[in-house]
T-cell receptor
Framework: NAGVTQTPKFQVLKTGQSMTLQCAQD?????MSWYRQDPGMGLRLIHY???????DQGEVPNGYNVSRSTTEDFPLRLLSAAPSQTSVYFC?????????????????FGPGTRLTVL | AQSVTQLDSHVSVSEGTPVLLRCNYS??????LFWYVQHPNKGLQLLLK??????LVKGINGFEAEFKKSETSFHLTKPSAHMSDAAEYFC????????????FGTGTRLKVLA
């Protein structure tokens, strides 16, 4: 298994540009999520999905869209990039949503995408 | 809603000495708690988790954490630090506010001195 993969690893955008960060997992996990990591703030949840066709907002959803047309893929779209969106973005997947018993419900993270918006 | 507080943003220890990374949680019910490690320019890796079984949880790489309900703490420890332990560590709680989510602490950066 490749686990959770993210592309690109690095990206530089100009203010106002749009782009899509790709995330894929090959573990047949139901739950997928996007976080952004900023210094001194830990990871904050942007959007999540409990299965194909179902998405919902997290803590910091403004300026981002997601879709989940297949179990494997969960792309994150920046509609009009702003400097405040400069961050490191992590995609994660779990076998089941967090409300399910945790004993075997480990969260797997991708390697991250470092985004700079000028 | 549940939350976690990591009490130290930076911790420095000498190689071979004990490591203590502190985490306090707030929760109105028995929480699920996790520790993750992030090495420089890498993703996050699960170290260990507490899910209402044994209060002393052993993880990978010699780390362990003890759930103390009376102190609302879940501190991460290791008897002897290794240079390869230098990384950022995140304490995480599973939170419920209408739906379940994972809430991350702000992180503790561990430096190991030779």
């Amino acid at each position: 298994n490749a686990g959770v993969t993210q592309t690109p690893k690095f990206q530089v955008l100009k203010t106002g540009q749009s782009m899509t960060l790709q995330c894929a997992q090959d573990m047949n996990h139901e739950y997928m999520s996007w976080y952004r990591q900023d210094p001194g703030m830990g990871l904050r949840l942007i959007h999540y999905s409990v299965g194909a066709g179902i998405t919902d907002q997290g803590e910091v959803p403004n300026g981002y869209n997601v879709s989940r047309s297949t179990t494997e893929d969960f792309p994150l779209r920046l509609l009009s990039a702003a400097p405040s969106q400069t961050s490191v973005y992590f995609c994660a997947s779990n076998p089941r949503p967090p409300g399910q018993p945790d004993r075997r419900n480990e969260q797997f993270f991708g390697p991250g995408t470092r985004l700079t918006v000028l | 809603a549940q939350s976690v507080t990591q009490l130290d943003s930076h911790v420095s220890v000498s190689e071979g000495t004990p490591v203590l990374l502190r985490c306090n949680y707030s929760s109105s019910y028995s929480p699920s708690l996790f520790w993750y490690v992030q090495h420089p320019n890498k993703g996050l890796q699960l170290l260990l988790k507490y899910t209402s079984a044994a209060t002393l949880v052993k993880g990978i790489n010699g780390f362990e954490a003890e759930f103390k309900k009376s102190e609302t703490s879940f501190h991460l420890t290791k008897p002897s630090a290794h240079m390869s332990d230098a990384a950022e560590y995140f304490c995480v709680v599973r939170s419920y506010s209408g739906t379940y989510k994972y809430i991350f602490g702000t992180g503790t950066r561990l430096k190991v001195l030779a």
